[in-house]
């Protein structure tokens, strides 16, 4: 597939396959999907056969030709007629003059003018000077008779190469392909190759590693078709869904549905098939197993016979935009195509659907059918009380099975209920309780909202307060006010929404206890007491609900409290590649959060320092600001920084100020900087600062207490106490929270006091390696060299690479920077950027260094796609 660079991407073996073309006449037909790139495969037929000395013809078949033409003769007059300038002589003019007198449709009345046609085209052909020709034929399927296109050329000893598509809609020439010499058939393109194409389409700028997969989720069965990917992505951009955060472009809005661009081939299908094709896919879509036995049910309620919805059917099957089960179940292969139906009129539809469903007379329906065409419909179907004992029965028996489906129809129950009944007293308590455990805050706010405007009971009151302030939270709208006048009435339901409020204006989440109690009419289980005081220190507030709450909490799947959380996830459990693209996802969130948005900011510069970039670590430094809200947090990644740029003496005064600035108060990180900056006196054989730090730190941990100051407190003991037990117990808190970086600390300590220091030292040599900081794996090796040790070795892993991949790692082991590397080999200084990224998601190593000593020490063998073609 080419690129917006003239690049190539992908089908190295069908190109291989062209040189395969060596007698005279032979025919090479190449099949494939609209948008797989059989264009572009020509254009590349095109450049290779004239590399070999061959006179080429291009002719562009298209759907509007006249049917009479069956030898196409007027299109290989204008294909040589663009070319004349190459290709022309007398004898080409005398035989194009001759093929247009004689093309037209009273030619092809009777035998013996076709025939004298038929030879002119054939000597048409013959007329070229170097008697090597290649006729490439692009959609050739398109032509009235595609086998007869071929014919003249064939005869007068031509190369040709056709391509036709064979998408189940388009009937493929089968005449062609039994008379070709070589089928290929072009298949989608791989995962890497995909990521290839995006990368260069976003014109050197790094994509975030979200948004590849964001569009191969969307695409679904086209998500290795590269027109369609590229259509998309293109359509992306323009509408502003692709934008620039950090040097790297991100799909903002990710939340929202991805649609595919009108221009697409299966978008166009469906619109020319009219009305009742977008509301079949629309509704196939959003029901919960739709069937072939349900389509009755439609065509009757949509105003259409059944044989032609059933000829719908049959069309968007054999097209790939619907998919059928051995059961009979119609599914949507492409969401994507989904999203791009007009929406507006699908709930009309389904009440529609279910109105007829319930109409006398009606063959009975399957009740979960029904209920869920009642779903569906929404507020577009009138309140109807009899429905709910139906929507009712359906939800309590998907509760456990399908909850998402379950939340679904107890939403449609609750609008067809009485309001202030008993019926909707119960049924608005199980949907929010339900919204609760799945995570659909959004859904949950607007129940609350409708339950405030319609009328609830008085001692449902202190629930909707929780469950609007969760929404509130989690959505970061705030709480409408006449959701607040309505519930907000006494102290009990006051306190969920003053939690809210003081999260929105200062993020500050108040003591575990005061959490506890503003929301015990939701909270499930017990919980770790020590797990929920790390979750409060990093305002991870979707975690200190998840452990509140308990079970009867579900995590947001989209939000900057979801990024935020997965951020967190990523860093504690080592994940780090993935932080700053998370960091990314929460930039393009609004509004700016006080404490989670620095915070993140940190974590990324953190991130990114620890392994080596500290250009980009600095960027995000400087976007979490001089006056961050956590100032040790600060100070922490800014010791990072300098001392990855070589000037660990400067790390230590800087990390001394920003201790003496802050050391009175009890802040977010301190404990760490105290780990950090006592490492960093460690190696710098300050034993007078070290026995201060110790000293200050057991200060710290008597007055603010916590189990964080109190790992720091035995660290710190062991260090300077040589206090083997303290450091060892360190150790295991900093294993529970997850504290990686001073986890491998605590375990250099440990080492340096035990009387067996080798495994010490390998388990905090492999946390340093697993997270690519290559600053800490030269100092645990240096300590490990003072002990007569040295680190442990690692399997080898086999990683295909492509050739520029390859090269690539060459020249970074030889010391090139990345504008060298791009000086080298011809690209941008941006793509050799997204070049590594690959490579590190490819590899598992972390940095720069990683990749160059993996392949040096035995780590990672290459297994190019040159050599493996070769073997």
Not at 160 to 177: F, N, Q
Not at 225 to 239: C, E, I, W
Request: aromatic share 6%; charged share 20%.
């Amino acid at each position: 597939m080419f690129t917006e660079r003239g690049s190539f991407i992908g089908r190295k073996a069908e190109i291989a396959a062209l040189d395969e073309i060596t007698g005279n006449p032979a025919l090479m037909v190449v099949r494939g999907d609209a948008g797989t790139g059989k264009t572009a495969f020509l254009d590349v037929a095109e450049s290779n056969l004239q590399a070999r000395g061959f006179d080429v013809v291009r002719i562009r078949c298209a759907a509007d030709l006249p049917r009479w033409d069956l030898f196409c003769g007027a299109l290989v007059v204008a294909a040589f007629r663009s070319e004349f300038h190459e290709l022309g002589n007398s004898r080409v003019a005398a035989a194009m003059a001759a093929v247009s007198r004689l093309c037209r449709p009273a030619t092809y009345r009777s035998a013996q003018p076709r025939s004298r046609l038929l030879s002119e085209l054939e000597r048409l052909f013959g007329c070229l000077a170097t008697g090597r020709v290649a006729v490439l034929i692009d959609d050739a399927h398109a032509a009235p008779d595609p086998a007869l296109v071929v014919t003249a050329a064939y005869r007068a000893g031509c190369v040709i190469v056709a391509t036709c598509r064979e998408d189940g809609v388009t009937a493929e020439p089968s005449a062609l392909s039994a008379l070709a010499d070589r089928v290929l058939d072009l298949g989608p393109l791989s995962e890497t190759e995909i990521d290839e194409l995006l990368a260069d389409a976003a014109c050197g700028v790094p994509l975030d590693e979200a948004v590849a997969p964001a569009l191969g989720s969307a695409l679904g069965s086209l998500a290795g078709n590269p027109g369609a990917v590229l259509g998309m992505f293109t359509a992306l951009r323009r509408s502003g869904r692709v934008v620039r955060v950090q040097d790297h472009l991100c799909l903002a809005h990710s939340n929202r549905p991805v649609a595919l661009p009108p221009e697409n081939h299966l978008v166009r299908l469906v619109a020319d098939l009219g009305e009742p094709a977008g509301h079949l896919l629309a509704v196939v879509g959003g029901a919960d197993g739709f069937r072939l036995d349900d389509l009755r049910f439609f065509a009757a309620a949509v105003g259409q016979d059944l044989d032609t919805c059933g000829r719908v059917v049959d069309y968007l099957v054999a097209a790939g935009a619907l998919d059928c089960d051995k059961w009979g179940v119609l599914g949507t292969p492409c969401p994507a195509l989904v999203a791009a139906m007009d929406p507006v009129e699908v709930p009309g539809v389904h009440r529609a659907i279910a109105e007829y469903l319930l109409r006398d007379g009606a063959e009975p329906p399957d009740p979960a059918t029904l209920a869920d065409h009642i779903a569906l419909a929404g507020t577009a179907m009138p309140a109807d009380p009899s429905l709910v004992a139906l929507l009712e029965t359906g939800a309590d028996g998907s509760l456990s099975t399908d909850p998402e489906l379950a939340a679904r129809w107890y939403r449609a129950a609750l609008h067809h209920c009485v309001p202030g009944g008993t019926d909707h007293a119960r049924v608005l308590t199980v949907l929010q309780r339900l919204l609760v455990r799945i995570g659909h805050y959004r859904c949950l706010g607007e129940v609350v909202a409708e339950a405030v405007s319609t009328g609830f009971a008085g001692h449902q009151r202190r629930e909707l307060a929780a469950s609007a302030a969760l929404a509130a939270i989690y959505t970061t709208v705030p709480v409408p006010g006449p959701v607040y006048d309505a519930v907000g009435r006494d102290a009990e339901c006051l306190a969920p929404l003053d939690f809210c409020s003081r999260w929105f204006t200062s993020g500050e989440l108040g003591s575990v206890s005061e959490l506890t109690a503003a929301f015990a009419v939701l909270r499930g289980d017990d919980f770790p007491a020590e797990a929920a005081e790390v979750a409060s220190d990093w305002h991870d507030v979707s975690h200190m609900f998840q452990l509140v709450l308990g079970q009867g909490h579900g995590k947001p799947v989209t939000g900057p409290l979801a990024a935020y959380a997965r951020l967190r996830q990523c860093y504690l459990k080592g994940e780090w590649n993935e932080i700053p693209s998370y960091a990314r996802a929460l930039e393009l969130t609004t509004p700016v959060h006080p404490a989670i948005h620095p915070l993140a900011r940190l974590l990324a510069a953190e991130v990114l320092a620890r392994q080596g970039d500290v250009k980009r670590a600095a960027q995000w430094l400087s976007l979490a600001g001089p006056q961050s809200p956590h100032p040790a947090s600060h100070a922490c990644v800014e010791i990072d920084i300098v001392t990855r740029l070589g000037e660990p003496d400067r790390a230590r005064a800087l990390g001394w100020a920003a201790y003496e600035r802050i050391s009175g108060e009890d802040q977010l990180g301190l404990p760490w900087l105290l780990v950090r900056l006592a490492y960093l006196e460690l190696i710098a054989g300050d034993s007078a600062k070290l026995r201060r730090l110790c000293a200050e730190t057991k200060q710290l941990h008597a007055r603010f207490g916590g189990t964080q100051f109190r790992a720091a407190e035995l660290v710190l003991r062991g260090m300077v106490e040589r206090d083997h037990a303290a450091a060892v117990e360190s150790i295991e808190i900093m294993r529970r929270q997850g504290a990686l970086t001073d986890l491998v600390c605590g375990c250099v300590v440990v080492a340096l006091l035990a009387d067996d220091p080798r495994p010490w030292f390998h388990e905090a040599y492999g946390i340093a390696r697993s997270l690519g900081d290559d600053w800490l794996r030269l100092t645990i090796k240096s300590f490990m060299a003072t002990s007569g040790l040295t680190p442990p070795r690692y399997r080898a892993r086999h990683v295909e690479m492509s050739t520029v991949e390859e090269t690539i790692i060459t020249l970074i082991q030889r010391g090139q920077t990345n504008r060298q590397i791009a000086a080298s080999i011809l690209v941008s200084e941006k793509t050799v950027e997204n070049h590594l990224t690959r490579l590190f998601a490819k590899t598992g190593c972390r940095s720069r260094l990683d990749l160059a000593t993996a392949s040096l020490e035995g780590r990672l063998v290459l297994a190019g796609y040159a050599r493996a073609g070769s073997a």
